[in-house]
């Protein structure tokens, strides 16, 4: 890559850079727990210049270790300066590594800053006529600004040249050093001149002229305008030494003697090797991705494929023969829509080996497509392999492909094993665990994304407008990578033997389980939810011009500036919490502190709250009513949550309120059809009921086994009390406590949650440990498991890692202790329900029940039962959810029947 004389020397205050990324950017970890954000920061600036000055080379400056010049001169300078935080020194080596493998110069020298080699080279540059180029944010350096040389700012996309320093200084470059002497750094604990500030300082130099001038007409300071003028020259002759000494240190020096001259610094060759090798340890996918698509491609070495398109039946009975004999075949659907509901098979893959396989194309359509084998005949011929038990398969997110062959009048039977779920059971929290992720992660093969054959955006094609030269490869690469996968991937799990059984036992039987749950669906009422959201847009209506009112001005309640201006300029309300970029906070806990004494945040909450139900789901639902089911049909997510837990989206059943009464009445809108009724089971405060389970603590084991309240019970310890005598506010207090340790609630939360103050809180939280000593032992001995092991279990033996839990930052690993704690509970749980669903799902099938699972929400599990068999499956429902586990206190499970699902609570 080399760099063209006549282009401008760009010149990179990377120690600038280093501390700006790491304290303006989120803190970013690996699943090591290794701190990657600064390194992705300054990282990012360096592509970004190499990008825009392609033909330049591009000189990166780093300050060196130990002392410069300017300690000799001052003791003091920068004494203030904390030490480089762990974080980020952890950083800098990466940092240097990345820099020199991108083949760019890299620059630390010793004696001297930075800023010092780039003043240099600026200079020595400028003198001869070529264009620099220094990318910093020091305002330091626009004191090297000159015709040749000009600033640019990647974080804030600012230029500066000599009309940008006047600009934004009110005074040349030439005099930028003057300013700092008069002004003082207090970053860099350049003492200046006391009691000039920075208006002072450009009345002195826009009046008189530099230090030099200053001192030499100390006489004709008093005759400027500016508030103080008088007196000004008596402090100035009074701080002639520290003046001078402040000009000294805020001069860059331009004299450093270098081993490099400015036509010595020239771009080399990336090496590839050595990006591969960082990319894929700190885990920036994107960067990975974009190395492995470029020229040759750098992967594993066993990717030699033979991928054949199908289009003769001669050719299909081989491979159908080859797929009988297999032990395991990966197979994959391609389809016309990602809806699981509406799409129709344009293809399908298999792989029998690593680097063997096959694509069989049905319906691709596009103008001049060749002729294609009948997608009936073909799926008739695949029927008894792909509906046989016996014949082991294993997919990528194979729900979807289940679903697809339903809609064609097959069921997908033998399914073994899943790449998604073997990924996300061996580590939920490494990567994401789509196809793509998992190829650069575990075989550093970037694989061919739909994007690239199907564009982007509005024109993107689907799958069936795909000429066959791209579908094939693209096609058959997803059976041969998901092969490859699992051969990667089982070996793993199989050396962990819990979560073998956690993958066999619990997430691959759910598969088809949650296929039918799916393609049931649940009955909406498209009345009842366009009704309510009539009367939402009347109550946002007023909601706005009541806060209007109490604003005593319009505004656009959903503009966070606008509303900060309110609340924070014109009403003068505290500011709890600041923005990134420094700006008050208008974040929804910030408006729910203000609510508490203000009327104007308690209205903008309700207006929140009902906008967002409004939005996503009055106005939503109804349009997601399939016309052909007259139900929507959720999708839910087996590999997103990290404890284990599901989740679902289009539409996101988790999310319905109900605590508050809009949010129940959407709820009354899942409706049962005729002769039927909603059942719904729930779990009664099962994560407490695991947390006594695991503790073992003979208080709370007591309380469920006698079958007591279990938050008036704790209301009564912790208060010293008998228990009739707890009121409801005790109650309420003892449950904030209750579920605040378990999701590892600090005193100074708790408090807030209750109106306490912290001293209060913590002494709830200390009686709570002297009645609870189990709990406190449990806390203990997990915190300690998580920083001896890395992570922590469920009961099943599920695992969560904690990447942070043994960071150097106090923060971060009092959050993944807390995330400890709370995580075996959560994961139980959610290992619980599941369990329960399989068991249900099985009886139902069994007994030939008159009824369906619906939804599965949280603790809950929803059904449609016929009305004359209410009963009878209730009752029974409540037996296997109960018997999913076995605790040392009872797994209550309560039911509740009604005509839509709010009624069944």
């Not at 839910?636 to 539409?651: C, F, K």
């Not at 009121?727 to 100074?748: D, H, V, W």
């Amino acid at each position: 890559m080399p760099a063209s004389q006549s282009a401008p020397l760009v010149l990179v205050d990377g120690s600038s850079y280093l501390y700006r990324a790491f304290h303006a950017l989120p803190p970013l970890t690996n699943s090591k727990g290794e701190s990657t954000g600064a390194v992705k920061g300054v990282i990012s600036m360096i592509k970004r210049l190499m990008k825009d000055y392609p033909e330049s080379p591009v000189a990166v400056v780093f300050d060196a270790k130990g002392k410069t010049f300017r300690d000799e001169l001052f003791a003091e300078y920068k004494a203030q300066r904390p030490p480089m935080p762990d974080e980020l020194r952890e950083q800098v080596e990466p940092i240097h590594a990345l820099v020199r493998a991108l083949g760019l110069p890299l620059l630390c020298v010793d004696g001297v800053e930075a800023d010092d080699v780039i003043g240099t080279l600026a200079r020595q540059a400028s003198a001869q006529g070529r264009a620099v180029i220094i990318s910093t944010g020091d305002k330091d350096m626009a004191q090297l600004v000159d015709d040749n040389t000009t600033l640019v700012n990647t974080m804030t996309d600012t230029v500066m040249d000599r009309v940008g320093v006047e600009q934004k200084f009110g005074i040349s470059p030439e005099l930028i050093i003057d300013f700092l002497a008069l002004m003082g750094d207090k970053v860099d604990n350049i003492p200046g001149v006391p009691g000039v500030g920075e208006k002072t300082a450009l009345a002195l130099l826009q009046g008189i002229g530099g230090l030099e001038a200053l001192y030499a007409n100390l006489d004709k300071i008093a005759g400027l305008s500016f508030r103080g003028a008088k007196s000004m020259a008596a402090k100035l002759e009074a701080e002639r030494d520290k003046a001078f000494l402040s000009y000294e240190l805020a001069t860059i020096k331009t004299d450093v003697e270098l081993e490099e001259a400015p036509g010595d610094l020239a771009n080399g060759e990336p090496d590839r090797e050595v990006l591969l090798e960082w990319y894929t340890r700190l885990e920036f996918k994107a960067w990975l991705d974009e190395l492995l698509g470029e020229g040759e491609v750098v992967q594993s070495e066993a990717m030699e494929t033979r991928y054949v398109t199908i289009t003769a039946q001669s050719e299909l009975d081989e491979w159908l023969a080859r797929l009988s004999q297999a032990e395991l075949f990966a197979f994959d659907t391609e389809t016309t829509s990602l809806n699981y509901m509406e799409a129709e098979i344009v293809g399908l893959s298999f792989a029998v080996a690593a680097g063997e396989a096959a694509y069989v194309p049905l319906a691709h359509d596009y103008p001049g497509a060749p002729d294609q084998l009948d997608r009936i005949a073909v799926l008739e011929q695949m029927r008894p392999l792909l509906e046989d038990e016996n014949r082991a398969k294993v997919g990528q997110n194979l729900k979807y492909d289940a679903s697809v062959l339903a809609n064609h009048g097959i069921t997908l039977r033998g399914i073994r094993f899943d790449t998604m779920l073997e990924s996300y059971v061996l580590d939920s929290v490494a990567t994401r665990h789509d196809m793509d992720s998992l190829a650069l992660k575990y075989l550093g093969h970037k694989t061919i994304h739909f994007e690239d054959i199907a564009g982007k955006g509005a024109k993107q094609l689907t799958f069936n407008q795909i000429p066959l030269e791209q579908a094939g490869p693209y096609a058959a690469e997803d059976a041969d990578i998901t092969l490859r996968l699992h051969q990667c991937l089982w070996p793993r799990l199989e050396a962990e033997g819990e979560l073998a059984r956690v993958f066999h036992d619990i997430e691959m039987p759910l598969v088809p389980v949650l296929s039918r749950i799916e393609r049931q669906g649940a009955m909406l009422s498209r009345k009842l939810l366009q009704q309510q959201s009539g009367e939402l847009g009347k109550r946002l209506q007023e909601l706005e011009q009541e806060a209007h009112d109490l604003a005593g001005q319009p505004f656009n309640l959903g503009s966070p500036k606008q509303l900060g201006e309110i609340l924070f300029e014109k009403l003068e309300l505290p500011v709890i919490r600041k923005t990134p970029k420094g700006a008050p906070s208008t974040a929804e806990e910030v408006l729910v502190e203000l609510a508490l004494d203000y009327p104007l945040p308690k209205v903008l909450l309700e207006y929140r709250s009902l906008s967002k139900l409004k939005s996503t789901y009055t106005d939503k639902l109804p349009e997601m009513i399939n016309p052909g089911t007259g139900r929507v049909h959720t999708s839910y997510h087996q590999a997103v949550a990290a404890t284990g837990r599901l989740s679902s989206s289009d539409p996101n059943l988790q999310n319905i309120p109900i605590r508050t009464e809009e949010g129940r009445r959407v709820r009354q809108a899942f409706v049962a059809p005729e002769g039927y009724r909603i059942v719904a089971a729930d779990y009664s405060q099962i994560e407490l009921r695991i947390m006594a389970h695991l503790s073992g603590d003979e208080g709370l084991l007591g309380a469920f086994r006698d079958g007591l309240d279990v938050h008036r019970a704790t209301a009564a310890e912790v208060f010293g009390m008998e228990l009739a005598a707890v009121t409801a506010e005790q109650r309420r207090k003892a449950k904030a406590i209750n579920f605040g340790l378990i999701y590892g609630m600090s005193a100074f939360g708790l408090g807030r949650q209750l109106h306490l103050g912290r001293n209060e809180a913590q002494e709830y939280i200390d009686r709570y440990f002297e009645r609870y000593p189990g709990v406190q032992d449990y806390m203990d001995r997990t915190r300690e498991q998580a920083h001896e092991k890395g992570y922590v279990e469920t009961l099943f033996g599920r695992r969560l890692y904690l990447p942070e839990i043994n960071a150097r930052n106090k923060m971060r690993v009092q959050a993944a202790e807390r995330t400890a704690i709370n995580a075996p509970m959560q994961g139980s749980a959610a290992d619980i329900i599941k369990k329960a669903m399989l068991a249900v799902d099985a009886w139902l099938r069994e007994e030939g029940a008159d009824a369906r699972l619906i939804m599965q929400v949280h603790d809950e599990l929803v059904l449609e039962v016929a009305t004359e068999q209410v009963e009878a499956i209730s009752a029974r429902i409540c037996e296997l959810m109960s018997g999913a586990a076995s605790l040392a206190v009872p797994l209550l499970v309560e039911a509740g029947v009604g005509a839509n699902w709010d009624e069944a609570h």
